[in-house]
């Protein structure tokens, strides 16, 4: 079957016609990623949950040009085969997805990895896969860093300097957050789906806020909208400056670091004087956002994007022109487009490698259908690709949010979002700074969730750094790591 | 080359001159004043992510710029616990973080000093206690100062470590002003 005969096939799953939903059989399971794969389509999600009356099921979503289409696939019922058919070989990095669903909620995969990954089994070693010859030895590397980040392990396997594999093991910071959710009430819900993974805020909160809005109808105002996606971007900017001075200083150039640190912080302050946060953790709310933007504080928030985009070109030519950085970027941590397009790389580090995604411009959600955001990407697909992409993405959303100040629609910036009728079930994604944010949240009639999950681009990225440090010495690999600057804590929920 | 030396000269220093009235400015002196009396050379702080949502560790990597100038205290965030006089935390605790963490507070030479950082470390915040998260720090290593927000600003931060360093700190205290 065609694209278009799938989604043509399912219907949609709230009030947005391009979120579309269908149950699926053992069989179509497996030929919907088929075709779909085959259609070029992108696999966003993949989850296990409770269906609703004591089912249980397999989740996956798919982006493709015709919008998101969600298949189910339930597991209980007569005739179901005792394991779900995987997905791996059509998209490698389902494989730890699949693994996660079987570690929280017992559902196993066909695919031949059963290692546990998000549950530690206490006491019991994990099976690294060993890489044997003469004079090959291994480097583990935390859950503790040498830093300020998040727990992790990698394992490498070097010879020399060489990395000839590096394998990680995460799950170090899985709280429990799905579990977390159920039966909080959904606007509590909402501040919890914002600590995810903290340094995407925006993304989360505003993708459950909309699987949430789609569940029950409701359209938030246009003002709140435009705020939205201000709040979106200004969060994409603090983000790109802390790595852009990060990779200056990995590469040895504290100059970058000072710099770029000293623009983020000027940029939180003015964030912290038009929403009341320096980090937009409770910016988005369902219905709206937190406050409304006066025009004075608007004003000078543009003032400070205005200041902050020209002081980064500044920058930008002197990381251009700086021959130490050119020599640690160009080439290191390469994942050429082709390999990109296999490993299923995502946001801002797929568009690096040439892969041209970018929710905001492909699927145009308002207030994107009237912002005419420029996709930013590069073909290089190394770390001087990401801090390309990078650079330029600082600079259209520099220019985003000084047109969503300047053009702001007048309004309400936040209405009452009524509990569902019934047992409702909704999406929403963001691209956030990262990469393509999905949340889908089940509420019930009493206003409490019922079941939800949170899915952060890091898990798509995640294998694809394993690839990227293959060849390189050990010592670029904080550099390559920054480069792709993954969440540990959106990724182990 | 002279790119970089015009901008350095154009930025300038950005440390902030606080004037005497303020409250933050006279932290800073104290804090430096303390550290000078008590540690008698630069305090070494590890910072250990016990499971955090990263949004603390965003507020640590900013005591670091230009504005705060962290190092121009005498404060070192250091790579290795052995190295360390005081332990800056987040949470909430994960259930397999908790060996890591213990091993790391066990590495820490004494006399040492924990900080628990930002509402999930001091008491759960969002996560709570319970199955994968075991809660706030204090439930798995002793904690000095307790530095609740979410997350705290890095003022907030320095306040804390002040706290920690005061000898009328009572345990699991609340970080002033």
Not at chain 2, 3 to 15: S, Y
Not at chain 2, 155 to 172: D, E, N, V, Y
């Amino acid at each position: 079957m065609s694209l278009k005969t799938w989604l043509a096939a399912a219907s949609p799953l709230g009030a947005d016609p391009a979120i579309r939903a269908i149950r699926v059989t053992a069989e179509d399971w497996r030929r919907a990623a088929e075709d779909l794969a085959a259609a070029g389509a992108r696999l966003l999600a993949l989850w296990a949950q409770d269906a609703g009356a004591g089912h249980s099921a397999v989740f996956a979503v798919y982006a493709s040009a015709g919008g998101l289409l969600l298949t189910e696939l339930r597991c209980d019922v007569e005739g179901a085969p005792a394991a779900y058919p995987g997905l791996q070989d059509l998209f490698p990095f389902a494989g730890r997805m699949q693994r996660a669903a079987r570690d929280l909620y017992g559902l196993s995969s066909t695919d031949p990895d059963t290692r546990p990954w998000l549950r530690h089994a206490p006491g019991e070693a994990y099976a690294f896969v060993r890489v044997e010859g003469d004079g090959v030895h291994e480097i583990p590397v935390g859950p503790v860093h040498a830093g300020i980040i998040e727990p992790g392990h990698f394992r490498f396997s070097v010879v020399g300097e060489k990395v000839l594999r590096l394998e990680e093991r995460l799950g170090y910071a899985h709280k429990g957050v799905e579990r977390r959710f159920l039966d909080l009430d959904v606007e509590v819900g909402c501040r919890l789906a914002a600590r995810v993974s903290g340094d995407s805020a925006v993304a989360f909160s505003w993708a459950y806020c909309r699987a949430l809005e789609d569940q029950t109808g409701v359209a938030p105002p246009r003002r709140a909208n435009w705020l939205r996606a201000l709040a979106l971007e200004l969060e994409r900017v603090a983000n790109h400056l802390g790595d852009l001075g990060a990779l200056g200083n990995d590469a040895g150039f504290a100059f970058g670091l000072s710099q770029f640190s000293h623009l983020k912080e000027r940029l939180l302050r003015a964030t912290e004087e038009a929403y009341g946060q320096r980090y937009l953790l409770d910016a988005i709310v369902p219905g709206g956002v937190c406050r409304d933007l006066p025009a004075a504080a608007g004003a000078r928030l543009a003032q400070s994007l205005a200041y902050v985009a020209a002081q980064t070109a500044v920058l930008r030519d002197i990381y251009d022109e700086h021959a130490g950085l050119r020599d640690r970027f160009v080439g290191a941590g390469t994942v050429a487009g082709p390999l990109a397009a296999r490993l299923g790389l995502t946001g801002l580090a797929g568009r690096a490698s040439g892969q041209a995604y970018d929710l905001r411009t492909d699927l145009r959600d308002p207030p994107y259908d009237e912002l005419c955001a420029v996709k930013c990407g590069a073909e290089s697909g190394d770390v001087a690709a990401r801090v390309v992409v990078r650079f330029e993405e600082v600079f259209e959303s520099c220019r985003l949010g000084q047109r969503i100040i300047g053009g702001l629609p007048a309004g309400e910036v936040r209405v009452a979002v009524p509990r569902p009728d019934s047992d409702g079930f909704g999406i929403g994604a963001v691209e956030g700074w990262r990469g393509p944010v999905l949340v889908a949240l089940s509420a019930g009639r009493d206003g409490r969730i019922r079941r939800c999950h949170p899915h952060d681009p890091s898990w798509q990225n995640w294998p694809v750094l394993e690839h990227a440090v293959i060849d390189n010495i050990v010592a670029d690999f904080p550099l390559i790591n920054k480069s792709f600057n993954l969440s540990y804590s959106g990724h182990d929920l | 080359m002279l790119k970089i030396l015009r901008q350095i000269h154009r930025i300038g220093i950005l440390t902030e001159p606080v004037p005497a009235a303020d409250a933050g400015m006279r932290l800073r002196e104290a804090l430096q004043r303390r550290i000078l009396q008590i540690m008698g050379r630069a305090l070494c702080v590890r910072a250990v992510d016990a499971g955090s949502c990263n949004a603390c560790e965003l507020e640590l990597q900013a005591l670091g710029n230009p504005i705060y100038n962290i190092e121009g205290l005498g404060i070192r965030f250091v790579a290795s616990p052995r190295h360390a006089d005081l332990l800056l935390v987040t949470g909430p605790v994960t259930a397999h973080m908790r060996d890591a963490l213990q091993q790391t507070y066990e590495a820490v030479p004494d006399p040492k000093l924990v900080v628990a950082v930002g509402d999930c470390g001091c008491g759960g915040g969002m996560f709570g206690t319970g199955g994968a998260s075991l809660g706030p720090v204090s439930n798995v290593i002793p904690v000095d100062v307790a530095v609740p927000g979410c997350p705290p600003s890095p003022t907030r931060l320095l306040a804390g470590i002040l706290a920690a360093l005061s000898p009328a700190t009572a345990p699991a205290g609340t970080a002033g002003p």
